[in-house]
């Protein structure tokens, strides 16, 4: 089925006959799951005025949509409602996993199941119609996409809901792909407004993770390699956060260990420019061999990655640190 008939047939049921429907959310609801949720649901309401939509959060939903939840609201409900519905529409839900109970509930559905998403297609079988863009960065684009083949235009707060949660997905469009750019402009024509949307993704600051952010910079020790410059650090908690802030201040390569409960985790951070430079997989070449080194498990990404190990905080970063030389030259510890 293609995806520009499955657009304009959605919801696949004559619309006067449509009772009852779950828009379904995947499990922890970020913004563009519940988002592009509460805009489905409102154009399911304005195709058939005389359906009731139940919005579903599988184990609830994050911090910042909770906060989204106040200006975007619509009841939810975090397990079954034990109603019978005549479609489903799961939104953004990529892993028929992240359904947590309702995957067996679709599983055994006399309803009529949809999936709208932008994730990678696996494991579709359970529903009658996928509606996927994989192009697109939000599943947002997807519902603005279904509202342009009805031929129905979102009104303000939907507007504004789907470019909140396209700008979610999209490092606020930073890695938005052409359609994503061209969907938020037509937002904006419809009303939402930018500057609004930009300060409600904005999330509260967590104190203690702003607090080992600040310490772990100032008690960095920088390393010179060659042309790279590598950042150090030891901090309790949040190890990953701290490595992430030392790559914008301006780092090639972070290493951050800390000790908690007798277990000491180092993550490691590195630039897209270092990878390709060195051709250097953090994951594979750095998390993994110390794990087994040190003894402990670890992997990740080639930019990203971490491990932990039964080792004391200093000698799994010392130990890290003389990898790192072994693979682009010697250390050296700049005063
Ligand atoms: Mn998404």
Not at 291 to 297: D, S, T, Y
Request: glycine share 10%; aromatic share 6%; charged share 25%.
């Amino acid at each position: 089925m293609s995806f520009e008939k499955d657009l304009k047939e959605f919801p696949f049921i004559e619309t006067r006959k449509l009772g009852r429907v779950a828009v379904i959310c995947h499990r922890n609801a970020d913004a563009d799951t519940y988002l592009s949720a509460y805009a489905v649901s409102k154009l399911l309401r304005s195709l058939a005025p005389g359906c009731k939509v139940d919005v579903i959060t599988p184990g609830g939903m994050t911090v910042l949509t909770k906060k989204l939840s106040s200006k975007f609201p619509q009841e939810t409900s975090e397990g079954d409602t034990g109603e019978k519905y005549d479609l489903f529409v799961a939104v953004d839900v990529g892993d028929i996993e992240l359904l947590n109970e309702w995957k067996g509930r679709l599983e055994k559905a006399e309803g009529f199941r949809v999936l709208v998403d932008h994730h990678p297609m696996r494991d579709v079988k359970i529903y009658d119609r996928a509606i996927v863009d994989e192009s697109a960065t939000s599943a947002a684009e997807v519902v603005y996409a279904l509202y342009r083949a009805k031929g129905m235009v979102p009104d303000a707060q939907a507007s504004q809901a789907l470019l909140e949660a396209l700008l979610f997905d999209s490092s606020h469009l930073a890695i938005a792909s052409p359609g994503g750019v061209r969907a938020a402009a037509a937002l904006l024509d419809l009303g939402a407004d930018l500057p609004a949307a930009r300060k409600e993704l904005r999330s509260e600051p967590d104190y203690g993770e702003v607090l080992a952010k600040l310490k772990g910079a100032q008690r960095t020790v920088i390393y010179k390699a060659g042309d790279w410059l590598v950042a150090s650090t030891l901090v309790g908690s949040f190890q990953a956060h701290v490595a992430r802030s030392l790559i914008y201040l301006g780092a090639d390569v972070a290493v951050v260990s800390g000790e908690s409960d007798g277990e000491t985790r180092v993550s490691l951070r590195a630039t897209q420019r270092f990878l390709e430079t060195t051709g250097v997989k953090l994951g594979t070449q750095v998390a993994e061999e110390m794990a087994r080194k040190l003894g402990g498990h670890g992997g990740g990404h080639s930019t990203a990655a971490s491990f932990s190990t039964g080792v004391g905080e200093e000698e799994a970063m010392e130990a890290t640190l003389v990898r790192l030389g072994e693979l682009v030259g010697a250390l050296k510890k700049l005063d």
